[in-house]
């Protein structure tokens, strides 16, 4: 088992800016993809990006404006999230799954934490 803590939401103004944290204990975390998705209330949860060895994935949403990241001596995966816009309010959740490839299916996703509520206002 593996367990996920997100942190760092939070209310901001567009334009601003916040940064989420994604602790991980439990597995060998360097071995694992790490991904972050966010959803609506009644909407699907979607992806937002995804990092491990072999590169990075981002939608194109959030492209030249999030950046994910990660340091395996820390077991934490971040999200910076700059020149937000109210469309990216959501509950974004960080996920864990061992895959090739930085994944953008949630179904690939073993582990997933309770998510962190990111509110943008106008």
């Known amino acids: 088992q593996m367990q996920l803590v997100e942190s760092g939401g939070g209310l901001v103004q567009a334009g601003g800016s916040l940064r989420l944290s994604c602790a991980a204990s439990g597995r060998t975390f360097s071995g694992y993809t790490m991904g972050w998705f966010r959803q609506v209330p009644g909407k699907e949860r979607e992806f937002v990006a995804a990092i491990n060895w072999n590169g990075i994935n981002y939608a194109d949403s959030v492209k030249g404006r999030f950046t994910i990241s990660r340091d395996n001596a820390k077991n934490t995966a971040y999200l910076q999230m700059n020149s937000l816009k109210p469309e990216d309010t959501a509950v974004y959740y960080c996920?864990?799954?061992?895959?090739?490839?930085?994944?953008?299916?949630?179904?690939?996703?073993?582990?997933w934490g309770q998510g962190t509520q990111v509110t943008v206002s106008p």
């Open positions: 996920a864990a799954g061992r895959t090739n490839v930085p994944a953008i299916e949630k179904e690939v996703y073993e582990y």
